[in-house]
Each structure stands twice: as C-alpha cells, then as structure tokens.
C-alpha cells in the first residue's frame, strides 16, 4: 500500500466515523477531512481530530493491555537480574587496576596511521 493509499483509506475511515458518530453528512464530513488536511479551520474540523484520537486510542487499546500484562514480569525480571548482578559482583575476585603505564587508550595502535601509497 502507498502512502497515498493509506492517506485515502484513512481519510474514508474518517468520514464514516463522522457520519456514523457526529450525523454529519457526507459532503460535511468530507469537506471537514480536506480542510483539516489542509490545515484549514472549518465547522467541523473540531471534530475530525476528535474521531482521529479516537480511532487511535482503539488501536493501540490492545497493545496497552499487553504493556499492562507484561509488567509485572518485567519487575521481577528486572529484580532478578539486580540480585545476579549483586551475587556475581560478590563471587568474583576484584579486578586489578595493573596499568603498565600505557600513555595511551587500549584501542590505539602504536604504529601510527597507516601510510598513504604514493602512486609514481
């Protein structure tokens, strides 16, 4: 589906909420879609922003309810791995800080650059 396909069905799905929710008819509810695209004021622009928030809050109503399901696994998920973290911090020997006086960061190559080819 193109952009302009989607922006059409979504345009259509407006209009029938329109029609269906507000009793607009349809030459309103189309006309109050197109202005609100172009970001025109109107007397029924108002409401296509309501029907908008609306659609999207039944949308995304089951993906919140996974969220909301989820979270309690995920606190104990976190917790666990908090109390391994802790326990292997604990088991561990501590690291040595054995700097050989390196002057510079581990990832540098002492060789430099490399050489750039010179072509003759």
């Keep these: ?10 345009a259509l799905l407006l209009i029938r909420r329109l029609i269906r929710n507000h009793g607009l008819t349809f030459e309103e509810a189309a ?8 970001r025109e ?7 296509v922003i309501a029907e908008a928030h609306a659609v999207m809050t039944e949308a995304l109503a089951p993906v919140r309810a996974a969220i909301e399901a989820m979270r309690p696994m995920m606190k104990a998920a976190a917790a666990a791995m908090a109390e ?5 911090r604990t ?3 501590p690291q040595q800080s054995d700097r050989t006086g390196r002057d510079r960061p581990a990832w540098a190559t002492p060789y430099g650059p490399p050489q750039r080819r010179r072509f003759r």
């Design 1 to 10: 589906m193109t952009p302009e396909q989607a922006s059409a069905r979504a």
């Design 31 to 38: 006309t109050a879609v197109a202005q609100r695209r172009l």
């Design 41 to 47: 004021d109107g007397p029924h622009t108002h409401l």
């Design 84 to 88: 391994m973290t802790r326990v292997l």
């Design 91 to 93: 088991a561990l020997p």
